[in-house]
């Protein structure tokens, strides 16, 4: 018996129609006359559509499977299709080669953003605008700082980054960069807490222990109340 493995045959072009829908593409390359090659792939597409049907009322559907058919001929198929058919150079065309940043942040922490906007804002006309975007950059700067170095840092630090990032053209001043309130939201550690928890567990066991300590001598005096009676039992 002479066995037909998979890997003996063909390779197919689009394995997810599988070996009978290829076999199927074959078979209308041996069709001659135009208008039953163009008939007999009419009934191919629908067969395909059949392996999909949730997808046949997308728009493009139909577009796809006669693309694929055509896929599957190998670019040699020829029928009155009513889609432009798909040449081989439009399928092997080669991606754009994208470009990555290859500038250097100056200071990271900020992120590359920050010194961008203060270069922008350097050439800004409006005074108003310019001093209201530097007082929240200003605060942004303070925010990342003290996520990036867990704690805050002084004044003079934004002042002299904020002129050195916008070329020394913004200059803040020191007393309005001091009023400025961050919105940052520390997180407490869990030292207080826990020495809290400490010292409620503290007097907890305080408590405790002076009932057990009364209990004990409740119960001393009851045993001695009991001997007591028991000794001037005159029943004995």
Known sequence: MRKNYNYKRRKLLLPEYGRHIQEMVDSLMEIEDRRERTRQAKAVIAVMGNLNPLLRDTADFTHKLWDHLIIMSD???DVDSPYPLPSRQDL???????????SAIQHKHYGKYVGRMLRKLSSNPNAAAVSSAVDNIARYMRTKSYEYNMEHPNNEVIIKDIRRMSGNAIVLD???????????????????????????GQKNNQKNGRQNLQGQQYGQHGRRQQKNVIKHNPTR
Request: aromatic share 10%; hydrophobic share 20%.
């Open 92 to 102: 092997t065309v080669s991606p754009r080669k994208l470009q990555y940043p290859q």
């Open 75 to 77: 670019f040699q198929l």
């Open 174 to 200: 020191e007393v309005a960069l001091g009023n400025l309130k961050s919105e940052y939201k520390q997180h407490f550690s869990s030292r207080p807490q826990g020495g809290k928890n400490r010292k409620n």
